[in-house]
């Protein structure tokens, strides 16, 4: 059989002028043509996840050197705990509420809730001041130290947040991805706020520059930080910082630390690594006397 070449190849000719800017089009708009960094698909892949632990070390380091920050006190509690206005407004609610309804067991589980907010906005009141106080005191415009640091979050997070703005001073927060998406509170420095997807980078930060640790009541999360850091100290692979627990009511009763010692769990010596306190001031002078007065360089 005649092959007709030239025939063959004007046919081809005519096929690619006629579909090249189709062609080109699907091809350019195929994810493989992605620039590495902007395909979001890329990126979030298994493959990846090294990359992605980097940058989230990095972004947060980048900014928190560029803002001069040196040194940071930690706080933690519980996003569950209400400002005393909104403790107190959901507390006469329930009442109103129940009082149409005395019969309603719901309405009484919600009266007992409003009840234990009110009691525990103190906790709110007093990571306000303690915020308010060492911001004042420590931060400085070429040297920025103690300067507040939280999970970014509602309750006591939002409280030291909101103690750093009321003494118009930078404060941190480092929020995290969760099921049910955790807005930052509006307190936080609006270049200091940082969202994380992994639990390990997000506590790697909190410690990095950090001289003091102080826990308010809270929950699974308070308890996991707290333990954490005094395994970190216990074992030396970090050095010794001021952890100060907000609360006695609440913290010897969550916790018998004497009898972790008294059955050798732990040495009489680790009860030392922290202090139980009930307000702002003591905390204050804890960390003042542990640093003499000055932040460590």
């Not at 096929?15 to 800017?21: D, T, Y």
């Not at 005094?230 to 010794?240: A, D, E, N, V, Y």
């Not at 972790?260 to 139980?276: K, M, P, T, Y």
Request: contains cysteine; proline residues 4%.
């Amino acid at each position: 059989m005649k092959i007709n070449k030239s025939s063959d190849a004007k046919s081809t000719v005519h096929l690619a002028e006629h579909k090249i800017e189709q062609l080109q089009d699907k091809i350019m708009k195929n994810e493989s043509y992605r620039l590495a960094y902007e395909d979001s698909k890329f990126m979030a892949s298994d493959d990846l996840r090294p990359m992605r632990l980097q940058l989230e070390l990095l972004k947060p380091e980048q900014a928190l050197r560029n803002y001069n920050i040196n040194s940071t006190v930690v706080i933690f509690g519980s996003a569950r705990i209400l400002n005393s206005e909104d403790a107190h407004k959901q507390l006469q609610e329930a009442k109103q509420n129940i009082k149409d309804n005395p019969d309603d067991t719901q309405l009484q589980m919600a009266l007992k809730k409003a009840q234990r907010q009110v009691k525990q906005a103190k906790y709110y009141q007093q990571a306000q001041k303690l915020a308010t106080i060492v911001s004042k005191q420590f931060q400085q415009q070429n040297r920025k130290d103690f300067v507040v640091v939280t999970g970014g979050g509602p309750g006591i997070m939002e409280a030291a947040n909101r103690g750093a703005f009321d003494a118009e001073q930078n404060s941190v927060g480092f929020n995290i991805t969760l099921e049910h998406e955790q807005a930052p509170n509006p307190y936080i420095s609006p270049g200091l706020c940082f969202q994380f997807q992994y639990f390990a980078l997000r506590k790697m930060h909190f410690l990095l520059r950090a001289k003091a640790l102080i826990a308010f009541p809270g929950g699974f999360g308070t308890l996991d930080e707290v333990f954490e850091v005094l395994t970190l100290i216990q074992t030396k692979k970090m050095k010794r910082l001021p952890i100060i627990l907000m609360g006695k009511e609440h913290w010897q009763r969550v916790i018998d630390f004497d009898y972790l010692s008294q059955e050798g769990f732990i040495d009489a010596e680790d009860l030392a690594l922290f202090h139980i306190v009930d307000t702002a001031e003591q905390a204050v002078k804890i960390m003042v006397d542990f640093y003499h007065g000055q932040p460590p360089k």
